[in-house]
């Protein structure tokens, strides 16, 4: 059964250059970002926010993806689908670490804001990536491959991290 699978998913994606790989890869790596999401909440309560406060902190999120989505398409078009994946991981990576150091509410929705802004800036510029290197025969079959790497982040990563931290709930969530 396994090896069948396999075998589908090996068919289905058979042709397609290292690049739409890489490109894949690096989107998978660019969702597994988005992990916090779901913890965000369970952060807020941790820190001694209520859960309406929160729910705030994950609204925040979705508003600066929107933003974010918008902005990534305009600065992927003046200054190039490269740069603007690079500036959106280097930066996303370093606003992760500086949102971990934020306390009062203000900060961590801003930071939460700007953090989501330039994570969902990277989607348009992967998009236009794809498109740039695939051609219209397998253009279908790239776009797929990209979308199977942020479900297998969603699936596969999301059971991870909930397994981790039902192991560390104790010392978590105190």
């Known amino acids: 059964m396994i ?5 589908l998913y090996r068919n ?3 042709g397609l250059g290292r690049r739409m790989w890489l490109l894949a890869v690096v989107m998978l790596i660019n969702r597994s970002g988005t992990m916090v999401l779901p913890f965000m909440t369970l952060y807020c309560k941790h820190i001694g926010y209520s859960t ?3 729910g705030y902190v994950v609204a925040v999120y979705g ?3 929107m933003v974010g989505a918008f902005l990534g398409g305009r600065i992927s078009d003046r200054f190039g689908f490269y740069y603007t994946q690079f500036f959106a991981l280097f930066c996303g990576g370093i606003l992760f670490m500086v949102l971990g150091q934020m ?3 203000a ?3 801003i930071c939460t804001f700007f953090l989501s802004m330039v994570n969902e800036s990277f989607r348009p510029a992967n998009a236009t990536a794809v498109a740039h290197y695939s051609n219209p025969q397998n253009r279908t079959q790239s ?4 979308r199977l790497a942020i479900n297998v982040d ?3 990563g999301r059971v991870g991290w909930f397994s981790c931290i039902h192991k560390l709930s104790p010392v978590v969530l105190g």
Request: proline share 0%; with cysteine; glycine share 8%.
């Open 3 to 7: 090896s069948a699978t396999v075998n």
């Open 12 to 14: 289905a994606y058979n």
């Open 52 to 54: 309406r406060q929160a």
């Open 63 to 65: 508003l600066g993806s």
């Open 103 to 105: 306390n009062s509410f």
């Open 107 to 109: 900060s961590i929705c």
């Open 143 to 146: 776009f797929s491959l990209v």
């Open 154 to 156: 969603w699936g596969v």
